[in-house]
């Protein structure tokens, strides 16, 4: 017991006297310490930055998506993601979908939750002089809310009867809202007029403020039944379906929509679809493949950047082997084994090498903070990212120290106690 | 049994070298017995193998033949980490240079042996700080070596080397870096020591330090060619110059 205890002590005391001795000689040569890490520095805060930013990037581009419904499909002539100009245009030549498409699909989609029609068009909004164009016209049915992630900030949403009776009722977004309505309570826009395309509408709601998705603003948009839209601005525009339904039931659904689509649009067996089926998560499985790039990238820099910076660090713990011979042989004579002197040069490196990781994460970051403030780009620091880049570094110093660290050890101690 | 009795027993040392080639016998079969309480000089000239011979006695290197028996170790079987382990325990260097670690106090330095030992950090500090009373620098604990005068600095050496209550101090020239005056205290510093029981052995090319030793063992050419009174054994041989 007492023995064990002693060999516990001494390595505590052996680590303790480590870590002073290098600290002692950090501060010792401070202009050599800090040139030594500024490989590890540089490349610490090079990945660092890039991970901060595509971090940022992902909860940002994952927020917007959100706004399109996790647990919906869209139903469309086009797919959000085109393979390239051929695809696109055999996608333009299919039929469009209409009135038939989405009556069969109310009749048949057996799992679906909400099912919205969705006719667009771009048009201007006008009130009493005011005058906001380029908005997106969308029209739908009361379920469209419920298919998307919006929320009514005042007044109330399209109706059933709205729809039947293809009322002139719009529920305007955001944007719209702000800029025809100036200084007016939320309240106060309910029930006022406006002119859609030049068309009397009368406002019965409106929406919260929505942000972007993918660059588009969400909220410069005005709701109308669909049935209206058609009379108004042509009914024989294609139509995307909105179909929501649970998330366990999202594959069954898409079964029963490809079936009733392929039948109500007489597509042969042998035939491919002639609709695309879209969903949120196609969007973040691209940008996922992307951002999976990036990562690659910043990995492979950061990467060269600490070989590089390891390689500083090897040469630096070399020469101070070198320089202190005579004390590795002092220290010998007084007791400490190889794995003493070993322990105490890898320690003296790793300190090194985790300094310059905390000192580049504490640059990335704040490069990352720059240029959130600067650009359009976000920035996100994960503790995962922080620790990663120090204990990375610090495993840097480890492996590149290591050699240096085994020279000092296997020096023989008349040697080095004569070594000039 | 006299031998199981002494501290240092060796026999027949050989140390070899291989230098360009050829073989140089640094020691050529060397015999003799140090007891407990003994303060011995080894004398010789440059090159007659008395720092060979230091660095055997103090387990800093092992033999090439010959065996070397250390406070009941057979030193030359020892692997290099008991070496160190016995060093820790049973040596006590004092150098020529000094040796002490630049950028520590005085009392860093001295608890230094007690770190590779495994002394808890209080028990290090209090043993440090009555090693170096002991050498009369109560004074100047919290100094670095380069805010010590050269006496003093050697004093720190020889706190250091008796704090970890070693059987020998090895002390390799420790007069060769210092004034006469400086060095006169410290040789009378390891007289001393001597008297309070602690064994020494002083390692010199000086026949006068040597002849102050109660005993002396002359080395030349990697052999003993005398062993007896340092007084005696000393100045045979050496110029002499009487006052």
């Given at each position: 017991m007492r023995r064990f205890r002693r060999a516990v002590v001494r390595a505590l005391s052996e680590t303790a006297e480590g870590v002073r001795i290098a600290a002692s000689n950090l501060v010792g040569a401070r202009l050599r310490s800090f040139l030594t890490t500024l490989g590890i520095v540089i490349g610490v805060m090079t990945v660092i930055a890039i991970v901060a930013i595509i971090q940022g990037l992902n909860q940002s581009f994952e927020a917007q998506v959100?706004?399109?419904?996790?647990?919906t499909v869209y139903v469309s002539?086009?797919?959000?993601?085109?393979?390239g100009p051929a695809e696109w245009w055999a996608m333009r030549n299919r039929k469009d979908i209409g009135r038939k498409e989405l009556e069969a699909v109310r009749r048949e989609?057996?799992?679906?939750t909400a099912i919205a029609p969705m006719a667009m068009a771009r048009g201007t909004v006008t009130r009493a002089g005011l005058q906001v164009d380029n908005v997106q016209l969308i029209g739908t049915n009361a379920e469209y809310l419920a298919t998307g992630s919006g929320s009514v900030l005042a007044g109330r949403f399209l109706a059933e009867t709205d729809v039947e009776l293809a009322r002139n009722a719009a529920v305007l977004g955001a944007d719209v809202v702000d800029r025809l309505?100036?200084?007016?309570e939320p309240d106060q826009v309910v029930g006022q007029r406006v002119t859609l395309n030049g068309r009397p509408y009368t406002v019965v709601g409106t929406i919260a403020r929505r942000g972007q998705l993918l660059g588009i603003n969400m909220d410069a948009n005005a709701i109308l039944p669909y049935t209206r839209f058609q009379r108004d601005f042509g009914g024989k525009r294609s139509l995307s379906i909105a179909v929501t339904a649970a998330p366990e039931d999202l594959t069954a659904l898409e079964d029963e929509l490809v079936g009733t689509l392929r039948r109500v649009r007489q597509v042969p067996p042998d035939k491919k679809d002639d609709f695309s089926l879209n969903r949120q998560e196609q969007f973040l499985r691209l940008y996922r493949q992307l951002t999976g790039a990036l990562y690659g990238v910043a990995i492979g820099v950061g990467l060269i950047t600490l070989v590089v910076g390891g390689i500083g660090i090897m040469n630096i713990m070399l020469v101070s082997v070198t320089e202190r011979t005579r004390e590795i042989g002092v220290r010998r004579a007084l007791g400490a084994r190889r794995r003493t002197i070993l322990l105490q040069f890898l320690i003296e490196s790793s300190i090194v090498a985790a300094l310059g990781g905390a000192v580049g994460t504490a640059l990335g970051l704040g490069i990352a903070q720059v240029i959130a403030l600067v650009t359009p780009l976000a920035a996100a620091a994960t503790p995962s990212a922080v620790l990663l880049g120090i204990g990375f570094s610090a495993g840097v110093g480890l492996l590149f120290g290591s050699w240096p660290a085994w020279r000092a050890a296997r020096l023989d101690p008349v040697e080095a106690l004569r070594y000039e | 049994m006299s031998d199981s009795a002494s501290l240092i027993v060796v026999e027949e040392l050989h140390r070899h070298y291989v230098v360009g080639g050829e073989e140089v016998r640094a020691l050529d079969g060397v015999s003799f017995t140090i007891d407990r309480g003994e303060f011995v000089a080894i004398v010789g000239q440059s090159g007659s193998g008395k720092s060979t011979l230091m660095n055997l006695l103090g387990c800093l290197d092992t033999p090439t033949r010959g065996t070397y028996r250390l406070n009941g170790s057979d030193?030359?079987?020892?692997t290099d980490d008991a070496l160190a382990d016995l060093r820790n325990r049973e040596i006590g260097f004092v150098f020529q240079t000094f040796?002490?670690?630049?950028?520590?106090t005085a009392l860093a330095n001295v608890e230094l042996p007690l770190v590779y030992r495994g002394v808890s950090r209080r028990e290090r500090r209090a043993r440090a700080e009555a090693a170096l009373e002991a050498v009369g620098l109560?004074?100047?604990?919290?100094?670095?070596p380069n805010e010590l005068s050269g006496g003093q600095r050697q004093r720190v050496a020889i706190a250091r080397a008796l704090v970890g209550e070693p059987s020998i101090l090895l002390a390799d020239e420790?007069?060769?870096?210092?004034?006469s005056a400086t060095g006169e205290e410290i040789v009378r510093l390891f007289e001393e020591l001597n008297e309070r029981g602690h064994t020494i052995i002083l390692v010199t090319h000086e026949p006068h330090l040597a002849a102050r030793c109660p005993r002396a063992i002359k080395l030349s050419d990697g052999r003993v060619v005398g062993d007896g009174a340092g007084s005696e054994v000393a100045l045979v041989g050496a110029r002499v110059v009487h006052a």
């Open positions: 959100a706004t399109l419904g996790a647990h002539k086009f797919a959000w993601i085109a393979g989609a057996l799992h679906a309505f100036p200084g007016v | 030193v030359e079987h020892l040796q002490l670690l630049p950028r520590a109560t004074h100047r604990l919290h100094h670095r420790p007069t060769g870096n210092l004034d």
